[in-house]
């Protein structure tokens, strides 16, 4: 299977700013990476696809990026509702899942 | 949009079983990949298995395979996970999931596996 590694496991931050997770795979996704949003208590939320795809609905200051091997999330003005757990997933092989960014708003 | 609603999780022995349902409603549900997702306690999430459109072909994680078996109904609307040889380790919030064009985009509510004696 392979493997995705997400950094920062944890970040904390202030409204406003800007934030950048990061996941890297053991291999090549050629953009099927997927990047998740949850919240205590609920499923988790689609943001991006294919990369850098923003669903519908999700705030334009979500976006992705990145290639082969290391993809990026970021929010370019935190808000206090962004306050969640990441996960990127990759669908390029079976699917395996980072192992999670907690945001936390200062 | 779409809804999936699970049922069936609840407390189990080791070594026990448990069949997991979930129904689909407001989209087309016999040209949908499915997939189950869970969650341990406090974890992340970990991909469980695959069922093509038509039930032609599966896949399962490692750590299931040979123990889970999935399957759906198209008539209705319904995917399963049929668990067998269950461990503590399966304890989990298990997820239904629909994918689209190879994203996980509509997700249920989950429902919770305890396997404990």
């Known amino acids: 299977d392979i493997q995705m590694t997400q950094s920062p496991s944890s970040l904390s931050s202030s409204v406003g700013d800007r934030v950048t997770i990061t996941c890297r795979a053991s291999?090549?996704?050629?953009?099927?990476l997927n990047w998740y949003q949850q919240t205590p208590g609920k499923a988790p939320k689609l943001l991006i696809s294919?990369?850098?795809s923003l669903q519908d609905g999700v705030p334009s200051r979500f976006s992705g990026g990145g290639s082969g091997t290391n993809y990026t999330l970021t929010i370019s003005s935190l808000q206090p509702e962004d306050s969640a757990t990441y996960y990127c997933q990759q669908s390029y092989a079976r699917p395996t899942f980072g192992q999670g960014t907690r945001l936390e708003i200062k | 949009e779409g809804l999936l609603v699970e049922s069936g999780g609840g407390l189990v022995q080791p070594g026990g079983s448990l069949r997991l349902s979930c129904a689909a409603s407001g989209f087309i549900f016999s040209t949908s990949r499915m997939h189950w997702v869970r969650q341990a306690p406090g974890k992340g999430l970990v991909w469980v298995s695959r069922i093509e459109t038509d039930g032609s072909s599966t896949n399962y994680a490692d750590s299931v395979e040979g123990r889970f078996s999935i399957s759906r109904d198209n008539a209705k609307d319904t995917v399963y996970l049929q668990m067998n040889s269950l461990r503590a380790e399966d304890t989990a919030l298990y997820y239904c999931?629909?994918?689209?064009?190879?994203?996980?985009?509509?997700w249920g509510q989950g429902t919770l596996v305890t396997v404990s004696s």
């Open positions: 999931v629909r994918e689209s064009l190879r994203d996980f985009d509509l």
């Open positions: 294919a990369a850098s």
């Open positions: 291999e090549n996704l050629y953009t099927y």
